[in-house]
């Protein structure tokens, strides 16, 4: 993290799902429905492998470890990933994947702790998959201001992740999702930008959204996205930091941030108002290109968290369901 953003993270360390840690009420997403105009021939790419003794029992966690290039990892041959695998999974069975990153100066261990989402992998059978972060200043975090920031190629790394879990699991190659807090949502929204091809969709929450990365963010494709921030996040402030206050590092305001989302995938330019809660207003923009879906979720004075519900049901479950509606066209 940069200037003044980098003292306040490390003293406002809350989980992704802080308060939102109960039991999600059994019920299942929807079938996905592919979205239109997203495709990827997988071309350069190998199939997942099926059939295969799973590398993590299934219904158990476990570090990993993967390969990366140290030029471009801070000298790191390796680098480490939590992975939950679901307690009914088989290895003739696609399964989806989620990648939920931590904040800034947390850690996998700490996300998949403060989360709901080893729970949902168990109940709706998906790979749960923690980052780790490296210290390129102070503290774990992610390079997320560029494509190479700090010397780090994040982008090589959680493409290196996802090859290793479809060369160890039977992954549904169009159903891979990426969501996490803080300086993880900033990285969140980075897969969005630059891993569009193997992304079907992101959940960023209050994310810390570089103006500078994201004015060089083009995916070829439009990308679905669902965003959550509170209004009054001491952090990452939702009214965004100018160039006066941080010359080197502005972040965009979050509502200019989901307008830069609306225009990318070509949605229609005022949202629409689909839940008026006291707590989180709903908003979404329509007419997107491909089909694709672009939602914010405001939390009314909320802070630097994500709110334990939205609508009257658990965030984390919200979250799944948005990201588990979509999937790519292969």
């Known amino acids: 993290m ?15 799902c802080a308060g939102a840690g109960s039991a999600p009420a059994a019920r299942s997403p929807a079938a996905p429905a592919a979205t239109a105009g997203a495709g990827h021939s997988g071309a350069g790419r190998m199939s997942s492998v099926c059939g295969v003794t799973p590398a993590v029992a299934p219904g158990t966690s476990a570090e990993q470890q993967v390969a990366v290039d140290p030029q471009v990892q801070l000298g790191h041959a390796r680098r480490s990933y939590r992975l939950h695998v679901p307690v009914r999974y088989a290895a003739m069975q696609p399964v989806p994947v989620l990648l939920d990153s931590h904040g800034y100066g947390g850690s996998a261990a700490g996300e998949e702790k403060g989360s709901s989402y080893d729970h949902l992998a168990d109940r709706d059978g998906f790979l749960a998959v923690y980052p780790q972060g490296l210290t390129a200043q102070d503290a774990p975090g992610w390079a997320s201001a560029a494509r190479l920031d700090l010397g780090v190629d994040e982008i090589a790394y959680f493409g290196a992740v996802l090859d290793q879990l479809e060369r160890q699991f039977c992954v549904d190659q169009r159903r891979v999702y990426a969501t996490g807090f803080s300086n993880g949502g900033g990285m969140t929204e980075m ?7 193997r992304i079907a969709a992101v959940a960023p929450v209050s994310g810390n959204y570089y103006l500078a990365a994201r004015q060089r963010c083009r995916p070829p494709r439009p990308v679905a996205i669902l965003a959550t921030h509170g209004t009054a996040d001491p952090v990452i402030p939702y009214a965004g930091v100018s160039r006066a206050e941080n010359p080197g590092w502005p972040l965009l305001s979050i509502p200019d941030f989901m307008a830069s989302w609306a225009a990318r995938d070509g949605c229609q330019s005022e949202p629409v108002t689909f839940l008026d809660s006291q707590d989180v207003t709903g908003l979404r923009w329509e007419g997107c290109v491909g089909g694709v879906s672009v939602v914010h979720y405001r939390w009314n004075g909320g802070g630097h968290a994500l709110p334990a519900e939205i609508g009257g049901d658990p965030a984390s479950e919200v979250i799944w369901s948005f990201l588990a509606s979509h999937s790519l066209l292969v």
Not at 4 to 15: F, I, K, R
Not at 191 to 197: G, M, N
């Open 2 to 16: 940069r200037g003044l953003l980098a003292a306040a993270l490390l003293v406002s360390l809350t989980p992704a």
């Open 191 to 197: 897969l969005a930008c630059y891993l569009s091809d």
